[in-house]
Structure formats: C-alpha cells, structure tokens
C-alpha cells in the first residue's frame, strides 16, 4: 500500500514542487494507465485540495469519463460542448475563474465554482484525452497550476 501524500509547503508551487516526486513514485513502474490515470486524481485531489480532479478519454469521437476523484461527474461530453469539450476542439489549455461566465458550461455540480482543463496531446498533436480540474472557490487557477498541472501528465503516455 502506498505511503500517504504528505504536503507541507504553503505556496501553490511549493506544493506542486513537493507532489510531483511522489507522483513520480506512485507511477514508477506500473504500465497500467487506468491505474496511473487514477493514482495522478487521488495525488491531486488530496495533495492540492482540489474540489474534482479527473480525465476524460477520447472514445469515438466524444469525451468518455476516466478516473477521477470528487463527486459524481458528466460521463459524456460532446466535443466543443462546456469547458472540456472546448478545450478538446480548441487543443488547448483552459482556465475559467467563474464557471457560471463560461457560454455553454455543462454543470456536472453546482458545487463548482471554477476550472481548468488541458488537452493530453498524442506525439503527432491529437488529443487523447483531457484533464479535468474543478475548485469549488472562484479564481482558482492560473499559470501555476497550468505550468505544473502539464508537468505531472506528462508523466502518462496514453
């Protein structure tokens, strides 16, 4: 059984910069992306105190939900539908400080107040899937997050 996250910093990339090795030691390893998948959504979830943590995989031709932590959650999103959808269309990085703003946000729960999703991109640019990050305050993302949200799934190959 893995040894339990353990975060003292106190800045936002101060915790980043002391989760990511243990990420590292959890996926070390094991080949199994469901597995991987889920070990990267607790390690967050509890490590960053993140609301809902979660992917969404590429299944013929729409979003499917993956491991995740948090409440329940959409099971199908249609591409360019809500903020993980978009973030699918576009291959990009999204950050929305207010969900309630955001044309088209698919309101899995109203607990939710704001998001970042970003695109988890193959070799040749196609998306596989996308990584789902909710907080239940507004303005809870930025750079940071996006900067090291990238580095920990660059660790999974899909």
Same mark, same amino acid.
């Not at 193959?122 to 949200?149: C, M």
């Given at each position: 059984?893995?040894?339990? !996250?353990? +975060?003292?910093? =106190?800045? @936002?990339?101060?915790?980043?910069? %002391?989760?990511?090795?243990? *990420? %590292?030691?959890?996926? /070390?390893? /094991?080949?199994?992306?469901?597995?991987?998948?889920?070990?990267?959504?607790?390690?967050?979830?509890?490590?960053? &105190?993140?609301?809902?943590?979660?992917?969404?995989?590429? @299944?013929?031709? /729409? !979003?499917?939900?993956?491991?995740?932590?948090?409440?329940?959650?959409?099971?199908?999103?249609?591409?360019?539908?809500?903020?993980?959808?978009?973030?699918?269309? %576009?291959?990009?990085?999204?950050?929305?400080?207010?969900?309630? @703003?955001?044309?088209?946000h698919i309101a899995c729960s109203s607990l939710s107040k704001s998001e970042i *999703? +970003?695109? *988890?991109?193959?070799? =040749?640019?196609?998306? !596989?899937? *996308?990584?789902?990050?909710?907080? &239940?305050?507004?303005?809870?993302?930025?750079? =940071?997050? /996006?900067?090291?949200?990238?580095?920990?799934?660059?660790?999974?190959?899909?």
């Open positions: 059984m893995a040894e339990e !996250l353990r +975060i003292t910093a =106190t800045s @936002k990339s101060e915790k980043y910069d %002391q989760l990511y090795p243990q *990420v %590292q030691a959890l996926l /070390e390893g /094991e080949k199994d992306i469901i597995a991987n998948l889920a070990n990267i959504c607790a390690a967050l979830k509890y490590g960053m &105190d993140f609301f809902w943590v979660g992917f969404y995989l590429v @299944k013929e031709n /729409e !979003l499917v939900l993956g491991p995740f932590q948090g409440p329940v959650a959409c099971t199908r999103i249609q591409k360019g539908k809500g903020v993980c959808g978009s973030s699918w269309l %576009q291959k990009q990085s999204i950050i929305v400080p207010d969900v309630e @703003k955001f044309p088209g *999703v +970003i695109p *988890v991109l193959s070799a =040749t640019g196609e998306v !596989l899937a *996308v990584f789902d990050v909710d907080s &239940d305050k507004l303005d809870a993302f930025d750079s =940071t997050d /996006e900067f090291h949200l990238k580095k920990i799934i660059e660790l999974v190959s899909l």
